[in-house]
Structure formats: C-alpha cells, structure tokens
C-alpha cells in the first residue's frame, strides 16, 4: 500500500503531551520521517529513524514505532508547536516511491 | 552547509510546460544522495513528485510519471523539474530536497534533511 493515514487535526493545551500517529502497511518496512511545516514556510525535519532529531529541534519532540503505526510525541508542547505535521516513508511496494502522510494539524490551546 | 534554491517561471500557460531548477550549494550533488521534488497545492498536504540520484537514476510518483521529467546537471551543481500538459490542478508551491538514508535494527529509513524555501507556479492564461 502507498498510503500513510494521519488523523486531521489535534489539540494540547500548553505544556502537555500530544501523540500523533501516522498508519500505513510501508511502515512495518521503513521508519517514518516527520515533518514540522508552519504557515508560508517550508517543511521542516523533526525526527527521522528510530528516533533521531536532528540538530536545533527541541528535545520535546521524540518518535516511535510499532506495527503499521508511527508516532511524533511532543511532550510539554510550546505555543511555537502549533503546526502541520507530515509523516513520509518509502512505499513497501519495491518501486521505490516515496510517500507522505495526509498531515496533521497541531493546535496548542 | 548544504542548501537549495528552487528558482524557474511562476506562471505557466494550461497545456504548456512547467520547468524549475534547484540549485545547490554547500554542498556537490554527487554525493550519496537522492535529490527530489515535492509539491504543496494551495491548502493541501505535501505531494511526493520524484527524486534523481547523481547517476541519473530516477523514480517517480506513478500519478504524475507520465508528465514528469526530473535531470541532474553535475556541472551546474543542479538538478531540474519539467512537468507537462499542465492543469490548474498543477498550481502549488514547489520544493526541491535532499534525501538522506540509514540502517537501524533491521529497518531503513529515508528523510529529507534539506529544503529549499520553496517556489510558487500558478498555472493560469
């Protein structure tokens, strides 16, 4: 399956955890790569493998897997949180596509 | 450190040609990475459009593969986007980024680490 399912929209209220999960059958192949996009703005990498962040992203933000389901946690979420999350794999198919996740909306309340 | 620069036409007529470059600097596009084209229509999510290795190998998303064409020029450090017989549905914010790889516990994973800021091509007469 080329498809990556994320629920549309979340909200956490300040300094709480918010889990956003990412479901395709590719992700029982690959670890998911997360993507952080603020308006007018280009995405940016959050986490990719197991549970990497890459260098300036905040220590908040961490990744898992399990299954068919990947998973961006923030945990004590910031006003500059609030956002659209992406998740991205490589299709399981053999073909070598890519494919992203439908997103997420990130409300902090 | 690396970064790319998408650069090319903002308007493009329906049924013509939409071409775009990106630029690299920083950084030598033969390195061991894919380089690849994303797209974002206005209020939509992110669209995978294909990606290019430094050998010329590419792959592309099977719903544009028809129309789309992705070339590297080693010599110019860049690597091009022509997609074809545009539509208004093609209207989106373009982004070029680097691809990155690894290996952890019996599982690979890719991510783009690299992005450009991105380039608006409105498709309209």
């Known amino acids: 399956s080329s498809e990556l399912t994320q629920d549309p929209a979340v909200s956490v209220a300040l300094g709480q955890t918010v889990r956003i999960t990412c479901q395709g059958d590719?992700?029982?192949?690959?670890?998911a790569s997360w993507y952080q996009q603020k308006p007018g703005q280009a995405p940016v990498l959050v986490i990719y493998g197991k549970n990497n962040r890459p260098s300036g992203i905040p220590d908040r933000f961490s990744g898992s897997s399990s299954g068919n389901t990947a998973s961006l946690t923030i945990t004590g979420a910031q006003a500059e949180d609030e956002a659209d999350y992406y998740c991205n794999s490589r299709d399981s198919s053999g073909n070598h596509l890519n494919v992203f996740g439908t997103g997420t909306k990130v409300t902090v309340l | 450190q690396v970064q790319l620069q998408e650069s090319g036409p903002g308007l493009v007529k329906p049924s013509g040609t939409l071409s775009l470059t990106c630029a690299v600097s920083g950084g030598s596009i033969s390195s061991s990475n894919w380089w690849s084209w994303v797209r974002q229509p206005p209020g939509k999510g992110l669209e995978w459009i294909g990606e290019i290795y430094h050998s010329g190998s590419t792959n592309y998303n099977p719903s544009l593969k028809s129309r789309v064409t992705i070339s590297v020029d080693k010599s110019k450090n860049q690597f091009s986007l022509k997609l074809s017989s545009v539509t208004a549905a093609d209207t989106a914010v373009y982004y070029c980024?680097?691809?990155?790889?690894?290996?952890?516990?019996?599982?690979?994973?890719?991510?783009?680490?690299?992005w450009g800021k991105g380039t608006t091509v409105t498709v309209s007469s």
């Open positions: 590719s992700l029982r192949s690959y670890y």
């Open positions: 980024a680097r691809i990155d790889s690894g290996y952890d516990q019996s599982y690979y994973y890719y991510y783009m680490d690299v």
